[in-house]
Structures are given as C-alpha cells and as structure tokens.
C-alpha cells in the first residue's frame, strides 16, 4: 500500500456535548493536524506527515474519513 492519501483534502470538525472542539484536516500538501479546543483554550495541537504515520493509522484514518464522506453524500442525497 502506498505511503500517500488520495483522499484530497479534508476537514472535519466535531463539536462534543461539554463544549470540547475537535478539529481533524487531511491537506493535500500531505499533513495530518488535528487541534482539541476546551472553551477559548487549546489543549492539544498535533501536526504529522501522512507518510509518518503507521500503516494502521493511516488505515483508520481513510476509514473515517471515507465513512463519514459517504455518511454524509447519504444524507444530502435524502
């Protein structure tokens, strides 16, 4: 399998119940950034090249991704 993501990019930004902000992009120059916001404050800030990644995350990560594409094409679709 290869070490890039075709997956273009993507930004997915999910919003818990306590207010906690996630925020997960895939860009197309091959990062991966993911940012945790509590209230005003962030609390964990993580950016890593998709080849750095092991190949089990890197599968997790185009899983989610995928799902949540599909998921929502699904949706608009109704």
Same mark, same amino acid.
């Given at each position: ?9 993507? *930004? ?39 080849? *750095?990644?092991?190949? *089990? ?22």
């Amino acid at each position: 399998m290869g070490k890039s993501t075709s997956l273009g990019r993507v *930004e997915v930004v999910l919003t818990k119940p306590n207010g906690e902000r996630i925020e997960v992009e895939v860009g197309e120059n091959g990062m991966v950034y993911i940012d945790v916001e509590t209230g005003e404050k962030c609390t964990m800030n993580v950016a890593e090249r998709w080849t *750095e990644l092991t190949e *089990e995350r890197r599968q997790k990560a185009s899983q989610f991704i995928k799902s949540i594409q599909q998921d929502l094409e699904g949706l608009l679709a109704c």
